[in-house]
């Protein structure tokens, strides 16, 4: 080596020189080198994506550092790791610790958790067979679970209560965490479809048997079979048919994201089987929440930075939202109803459920609030995509027949007719308002539109027109205390977001498409915020919780710059 570096005028510096030899013995010649390593049973390797052209060092970026050597020497490096994110995650306590009173620490810390905490392990299963990265990822799982639980109030018994929906896809009602140890085989299987074309390429001269993954004669190939095996035994899954790959051309092309592709199979196997023995009212909750068919926003609060007030969650109100998604109890056995009656003069006193779904139907005031910041965010919306909007406007075209009071009037276009919104939060369970029971399913089965769609059937017989008379534009903005959006909002709001795109001021940017997606994102995150904000006023009202805003406060936010439309949600770093 030394000559060969001479050649072209380089030298070795001898005192930062190490050598590894994998039988263990130093090669003749290198004692000092031998001498200088601090271990001679393996080294850390730095390493970079294949094909990554013009690619730089960054300690906290894509290079990632891993190690090669002997089964104890990288068992020492995974138990050393372990720690790493331990102190990590006390750190990310420490910001809840610490924190200014009025801070939103809660939100910070949970962003913090979701984003970087099981990240930093992540490339090591990518890198390193499951056998070894078990008892790694089984820790690290566990050190993030017992960080959100502290970081949310939950109790061991709720965490063993709401475990799985920790790990549940976001689109499917759960909280988004990311189950390193279901996941770890698939990441290394998918790493491999990615790199074996590029390993054969390169070392196929010096060892053939690197393209011949049928007779995995290599240690390498072996621990691939066994991660397809892992795969086969736990979830059923055919790895090889989900990546359209066979052994004998594994080696022939570069097949990308297999990893996404197997990870999104499991994950979808995992929920089916909660699916299977959930309870009805599980069930629900999960529904509820999920963003299928098209609807996102029902958990955009859970990835809200909290960079305005709009979208910035205090303490209690974001635990009291974890609680509310994972259907966590919210009331202790013994607690009775608070909600004053202004026409009876007294408190209502009904004994309440351990999910307080008496609440919805009883808080009217706190209910009126909630209502009051989703119409008054809607009636910017409508500003601000360029439309002539006014709330509580009457319905002239059935005047003087029928006196109908619409939440938003908005006329969205020269020569248009108007369009009335009208903004309905529904629950899923009957909340015993005015009498029948409390805390059971809307329908026969639990169904992810039971509030959302009932609620929209409702404002649409309120809108229907006298004898003669044509019916008005209607677009009921309905929404489920869970979090999920009925059809005709989701759809009337990209409307707005492609006519706010079109305005003068984006199309001189010429960036229209990537302006719209962040317009929907911020738009989405703000009225999922209000709505928590919202939920926590109505539970309070009945449970006797601080309130989540001070009256003052109420419909005081402003509009954001227009440098906040090109702040999309998923570009944002923590």
């Given at each position: 080596m030394k000559e060969e570096l001479s050649r072209v005028g380089l030298s070795i510096n001898n005192d930062k020189s190490s050598v590894y030899s994998p039988t263990g013995t130093c090669p003749s010649g290198c004692e000092d080198w031998w001498a200088n390593a601090g271990r001679n049973d393996g080294f850390l390797a730095c390493g970079k994506p294949f094909g990554a052209d013009g690619f730089d060092y960054d300690a906290a970026g894509e290079s990632v550092v891993f190690p090669v050597g002997s089964r104890n020497f990288v068992t020492d490096f995974l138990v050393d790791y372990v720690q790493k994110v331990k102190r990590f995650t006390d750190e990310v306590r420490n910001v809840v610790t610490f924190a200014e009173p009025g801070e939103p620490a809660v939100q910070v810390a949970n962003l913090l958790l979701r984003h970087c905490a099981g990240q930093k392990a992540a490339h090591l299963l990518r890198l390193?067979?499951?056998?070894?990265?078990?008892?790694?990822?089984?820790?690290?799982?566990?050190?993030?679970?017992?960080?959100?639980?502290?970081?949310?109030?939950?109790?061991?018994?709720?965490?063993?209560a709401c475990r799985p929906r920790l790990y549940h896809q976001v689109a499917l009602g759960g909280l988004g965490l990311r189950p390193l140890a279901a996941l770890r085989a698939a990441a290394f299987f998918g790493s491999w479809s990615q790199c074996a074309c590029s390993v054969s390429a390169v070392l196929g001269g010096l060892a053939p048997a690197t393209a011949d993954w049928v007779t995995r004669s290599l240690p390498f190939q072996q621990r691939v079979h066994g991660a397809v095996d892992l795969l086969r035994d736990d979830y059923g899954l055919d790895a090889l048919r989900l990546c359209e790959v066979s052994w004998s051309d594994f080696a022939a092309v570069e097949r990308p994201k297999r990893q996404k592709v197997l990870s999104q199979a499991l994950l979808d196997v995992s929920a089916q089987r909660w699916l299977a023995t959930a309870s009805q009212r599980q069930l629900q909750t999960a529904l509820s929440g999920s963003t299928?068919?098209?609807?996102?926003?029902?958990?955009?609060?859970?990835?809200?930075?909290?960079?305005?007030?709009?979208?910035?969650?205090?303490?209690?109100?974001?635990?009291?939202?974890?609680?509310?998604?994972?259907?966590?109890?919210?009331?202790?056995?013994?607690?009775?109803?608070?909600?004053?009656?202004?026409?009876?003069?007294?408190?209502?006193?009904?004994?309440?459920?351990?999910?307080?779904?008496?609440?919805?139907?009883?808080?009217?005031?706190?209910?009126?609030?909630?209502?009051?910041?989703?119409?008054?965010?809607?009636?910017?919306?409508?500003?601000?995509?360029?439309?002539?909007?006014?709330?509580?406007?009457?319905?002239?075209?059935?005047?003087?027949?029928?006196?109908?009071?619409?939440?938003?009037?908005?006329?969205?276009?020269?020569?248009?007719?108007?369009?009335?919104?009208?903004?309905?939060?529904?629950?899923?369970?009957?909340?015993?308002?005015?009498?029948?029971?409390?805390?059971?399913?809307?329908?026969?089965?639990?169904?992810?539109?039971?509030?959302?769609?009932?609620?929209?059937?409702?404002?649409?017989?309120?809108?229907?027109?006298?004898?003669?008379?044509?019916?008005?534009?209607?677009?009921?903005?309905?929404?489920?205390?869970?979090?999920?959006?009925?059809?005709?909002?989701?759809?009337?709001?990209?409307?707005?977001?492609?006519?706010?795109?079109?305005?003068?001021?984006?199309?001189?940017?010429?960036?229209?498409?990537?302006?719209?997606?962040?317009?929907?994102?911020?738009?989405?995150?703000?009225?999922?915020?209000?709505?928590?904000?919202?939920?926590?006023?109505?539970?309070?009202?009945?449970?006797?919780?601080?309130?989540?805003?001070?009256?003052?406060?109420?419909?005081g936010e402003t509009l954001p710059a227009f440098l906040d439309y090109f702040l999309a949600r998923e570009s944002m770093t923590v």
């Open positions: 390193l067979p499951p056998d070894l990265t078990a008892d790694l990822a089984t820790q690290v799982d566990s050190l993030v679970a017992d960080c959100f639980a502290e970081l949310n109030n939950l109790t061991g018994t709720d965490l063993d299928s068919d098209k609807r996102p926003g029902a958990a955009d609060w859970l990835t809200a930075t909290p960079t305005r007030d709009e979208v910035t969650l205090r303490d209690d109100v974001y635990r009291f939202s974890v609680r509310l998604r994972l259907g966590l109890t919210l009331a202790d056995p013994d607690d009775r109803c608070l909600v004053f009656n202004n026409s009876t003069h007294r408190t209502c006193g009904r004994q309440v459920s351990a999910w307080v779904d008496h609440a919805p139907g009883c808080a009217k005031a706190a209910r009126n609030i909630r209502h009051n910041w989703l119409r008054d965010w809607w009636l910017k919306v409508a500003q601000e995509a360029g439309a002539r909007a006014a709330t509580e406007q009457e319905v002239v075209e059935y005047a003087p027949h029928v006196h109908i009071r619409c939440d938003v009037r908005a006329t969205l276009g020269p020569g248009q007719p108007p369009t009335y919104y009208d903004v309905v939060v529904a629950h899923p369970f009957t909340t015993g308002v005015p009498t029948g029971s409390v805390g059971s399913l809307l329908l026969a089965e639990p169904s992810a539109d039971a509030a959302v769609k009932a609620a929209a059937g409702g404002k649409r017989t309120a809108y229907a027109p006298p004898a003669g008379l044509p019916q008005v534009k209607l677009v009921p903005l309905a929404f489920d205390t869970f979090g999920r959006w009925g059809e005709d909002a989701a759809l009337e709001l990209r409307k707005l977001a492609r006519m706010r795109a079109a305005l003068p001021d984006v199309l001189r940017g010429r960036r229209s498409l990537r302006v719209q997606g962040a317009i929907l994102s911020r738009w989405r995150t703000t009225a999922s915020c209000l709505l928590q904000k919202g939920n926590y006023e109505v539970w309070a009202d009945c449970v006797g919780r601080a309130a989540a805003v001070p009256d003052e406060e109420v419909g």
